[in-house]
């Protein structure tokens, strides 16, 4: 098969099999063809594989920064000469065109490794001084062995938003990718090994949920990282707080994006196109609930349906193609239950809707309008193609209306009014917000939700926060006083 890797699992420097575990296909979203057989983990070999992290650590912990920093920095450059080819796998893993993931996957993923790279040697504590001479220090220490459990639209990226900080703090990783998307997190392992890295300080295991939850509760485990859905994220949350562990959680959301009449149209469809179409709409951060003032909708509207029919839908590996299948047949069945449920219940369609017929899982980018808040299709997360537009007057109604939600993932305002901007901006009740921009996530700038979106952020230097501990050493200069 074309993209068999050498074994499913890459534990200890080097790639591990177990053929007794139970089988994970890999499918080409864009043909429904097999193009790699895997297996998921067995209990032994989760067992060598929190064995190696738990080995592996102390010495890793006891290099310095510069040294941890360099290995990450050299695996980011592995990484960017190896673009394309990592970017063809990620394109079969996923089904999101070459276009996209040559600008987004390993490049990411190679950025989050620099940054963390960057910043290992800078980790400190501080001194603190108090009455008397007396003085405290804090060490910054590793929390241990950290499990990386990820969703199945970003596999490359997540397996190094979670690697790269956990490695920079002189943490150990056992990563679990989705069975949806199994291979590139086994590229990472294997270049940070190419890189220098000592063996057994990033392992991958595959498996299904199972597999992740029998690392969450681990004893040898000190903090959990998990990108996916809400439903998983509270199972996992729950899990990790019978242990007391670290978590952070990075869940789904149903973002607002507000477009007022004194946009610049074009922009704000640019934002709604990105914000609901890229990576066919794969997304968590995507803002799914457009409102629009009411003087610009049909303004709005028209221009979206003209830009959409611009669309290249087609095979992945063209790079003129900006449009790819869904990550699999279910997911695809997910979104068009959705458009069903969008339509009985009134909104009007006015893009899209449809299967695009063919082997693979092909559904057309599709809106509606006159989208009201109570309906299915503007409460619940669809993470696929569709775009609710909703009718709105004035600022404060929609800043109340956008934050009726349970999610706080993201959210974005489209205005030439810059006072007005920052107003909104200050009442949304989101993680990470945009103004007259959507959905750019560099690795400088935290990332992560509020509400039931989540708990920690990754990415910037408060990743480090999560990823580290302060131990407080008290210092006495003076004799010691006891009552008696
Ligand atoms: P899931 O929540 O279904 O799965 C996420 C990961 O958790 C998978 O690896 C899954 O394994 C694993 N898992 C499932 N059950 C358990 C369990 N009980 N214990 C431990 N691990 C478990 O999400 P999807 O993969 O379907 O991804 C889509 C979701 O991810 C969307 O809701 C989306 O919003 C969210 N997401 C959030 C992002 C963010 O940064 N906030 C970014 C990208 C996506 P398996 O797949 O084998 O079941």
Redesign the pocket.
């Known amino acids: 098969m074309k993209f068999q890797p050498k074994a499913s699992h890459f534990i200890n420097g080097e790639y591990v099999e177990d053929t007794s575990g139970a089988p994970i296909d890999v499918i080409y979203p864009a043909t429904g063809e097999v193009i790699a057989r895997l297996h998921s983990a067995t209990p032994e070999i989760v067992e060598q594989a929190l064995n190696s992290a738990k080995a592996a650590q102390s010495a890793w912990a006891a290099m310095s920064g510069t040294e941890r920093g360099r290995v990450l920095r050299r695996a980011a450059d592995i990484m960017r000469d190896r673009n394309r080819d990592l970017s063809i796998i990620e394109t079969h893993d996923t089904g999101k065109p070459l276009q996209e993931t040559l600008v987004a996957d390993a490049t990411s993923g190679a950025d989050a490794l620099e940054y963390f790279g960057g910043l290992a040697a800078s980790l400190t504590g501080e001194h603190i001084p108090l009455a008397g001479g007396d003085f405290v220090y804090t060490i910054r220490e590793a929390l241990g062995v950290c499990v990386g459990?990820?969703?199945?639209?970003?596999p490359t990226q997540i397996a190094c938003w979670k690697g790269a900080p956990a490695l920079a703090c002189g943490n150990t990783m056992v990563f679990?990718?989705?069975?949806?998307t199994p291979l590139s997190a086994l590229q990472v392992a294997e270049i940070l090994i190419e890189a220098g890295a000592p063996k057994g300080i990033y392992n991958v295991i595959q498996?299904?949920?199972d597999v992740?939850?029998s690392l969450?509760t681990d004893p040898r485990v000190a903090k959990v990282s998990?990108?996916?859905?809400?439903p998983?994220g509270r199972?996992?949350y729950a899990?990790a707080a019978d242990g007391m562990k670290h978590v952070t959680m990075?869940?789904?959301?149903k973002s607002p994006m507000i477009v007022f009449d004194d946009a610049d149209i074009e922009n704000a469809v640019s934002g709604a196109i990105l914000g609901n179409f890229y990576s066919s709409g794969q997304v968590?951060?995507n803002g799914t609930r457009v409102f629009v003032q009411k003087g610009i909708k049909d303004a709005f509207l028209a221009r979206l349906s003209e830009r959409l029919a611009t669309a290249k839908i087609g095979d992945p590996m063209d790079e003129e193609v900006n449009f790819g299948p869904m990550v699999s047949e279910n997911q695809m069945n997910i979104a068009l239950g959705y458009i069903e449920k969008g339509k009985a219940e009134g909104a009007r369609l006015v893009y899209g809707g449809e299967r695009v017929e063919g082997d693979g899982f092909y559904m057309q980018p599709t809106v509606f309008a006159d989208v009201t808040d109570e309906m299915t299709i503007a409460r619940e997360?669809i993470?696929g193609p569709v775009m609710s537009v909703l009718d709105f007057e004035t600022e404060e109604e929609v800043l109340a209306r956008a934050n009726e939600t349970e999610f706080g993932?993201a959210a974005g305002v489209f205005t030439n009014d810059l006072t007005r901007a920052h107003r909104i901006v200050a009442g949304f009740e989101a993680g990470t917000c945009y103004i007259n921009t959507y959905n750019l996530a560099p690795v400088e700038a935290p990332f992560g939700?509020s509400k039931m979106?989540?708990v920690g952020r990754e990415n910037s230097k408060l990743a480090i926060n999560h990823f580290s501990e302060m131990k407080t050493v008290y210092v006495s200069m003076n004799d010691v006083e006891a009552p008696y």
């Open positions: 459990i990820g969703a199945w639209n970003y679990k990718p989705s069975e949806t498996g299904y949920g992740g939850a969450v998990l990108t996916g859905s809400v998983t199972k996992v899990a990075e869940l789904g959301g968590c951060s997360e993470f993932l939700g979106s989540g």
